[in-house]
């Protein structure tokens, strides 16, 4: 929702000062200069990206119009879940929660939390480590660093996209002055013309470099910090599900490895120690 508002905010704050200062809108209006900064971007978009870079790049995309998953109910979930799975072990073993991580569809424990449930990469993430911990062949500082690694390969793939959209804009205000240029060549191939006609001749060519600097910097590059920033919060959420089971492993009791997940969360989602508490609460008593 955002995006659409900032857009509908960078159009009438250009194009509405453009008026005001007693320019005529119909001259920005070049189909043909857009088609020529638009279809030479794409072409350049595709030449400079594998085919998985452009499919998960399509594919980020859409989500930019969605706000953020990233909630204080989600996190609140999420620390509650981690909780039952360390209380559990606790009280009954390691081996008790094989069941619970082999099908988590189907685990009693797991369907108590349908937000978490429905987030594959972090039940994934969580169900592998708690795997390994239940094979009791892995030390923390092992789990701690194969954890790390992961991570890192999470943030590499995720930041393709980023990395596509930003080059994209970048490209944008070039096409803009090839446009410009194609534009300027056309008018001196048509110098005898009369000098109204050469002088709009001459606007068209430079709303070409108009054009491509606009979109770059007031529509397609503003997506690719979006998309970071995305990034950002979904690595958020695995950093504390990583810290809280190296808690657990390191001999802290569940509270306090919950406590130590709570504390990596951003301070906008991060619940209160009470509020935790109170949650735990309510979702046991399920």
Known sequence: MLVIVGYVVVLGAIFGGFAM??????????????????GGATGAFFVGNNGK?????LKALPTVL?????????????????YEILGKVRKEGLMSIEGDIEN????????????????????????????LMVSGNMDAFQIENLMDNELETHHHEGAVPVHCIAK??????????????????HTMESVGAPPSELGIMIAHALVGTFLGILLAYGFVG?????LEQKLDESSKMLQCVKITLLASLNGYAPALAVEFG??????????????LEDHVKQTKNK
């Open 104 to 131: 988590p569809e189907s685990s009693a424990l797991f369907s108590k939390y349908p937000s978490i449930l429905h987030n594959h990469h972090v039940i994934e993430f969580m169900a592998d480590y708690l795997r």
């Open 66 to 82: 969605k706000g953020s998953a990233y909630t204080k109910a989600l996190y609140l979930d999420l620390l509650a879940l981690l």
């Open 222 to 226: 503003p997506l690719s910090g979006l």
């Open 262 to 275: 709570r504390k990596v969360l951003y301070s906008t989602e991060r619940p209160g120690f009470v509020e």
């Open 53 to 57: 870079s452009v499919k998960a790049t």
């Open 168 to 185: 994209l804009g970048d490209g944008l205000p070039a096409f803009g002055i090839v446009a410009a240029v194609m534009g300027v060549v």
């Open 21 to 38: 200062a007693g320019g005529h809108l119909a001259a920005l209006f070049q189909p043909i200069e857009l088609l020529m900064i638009a």
